[in-house]
């Protein structure tokens, strides 16, 4: 796997009703060769949850930019909403090269 282009997915599960979200514990880590093969992973573990309960997002490895977590962890950044309304959230979670 070329770590340039590695993606990792990242689900978020939403209680109803509220604005609460937290990381979903999908051990092992959901890791892929491409952004795209994620993104098609991605809509399939989406329609498993049609009412919006599970958010989820596709977003690129770059180990040059986590160099500095311990061996094994990576850094996420999870953005929801678009444009001036987006909102980023960073997560450190483990990555099996």
Known sequence: MDPATAAMMVLLSCSPGEA?????????????????ECQAALANRLAGAPNGEILGRCSSVDPSAT???????????????????????????????
Request: with cysteine; hydrophobic share 45%; proline share 6%.
């Open 20 to 36: 609460v979200c937290k990381p979903l514990d999908t051990s092992p880590a959901m890791i892929f060769v491409s952004l795209d």
């Open 67 to 97: 160099a500095s977590l311990p061996a094994g962890y990576r850094t996420v950044v999870v953005t929801r909403g678009m444009g001036a309304n987006a909102v980023s959230s960073r997560y450190i979670v483990l990555h099996k090269d």
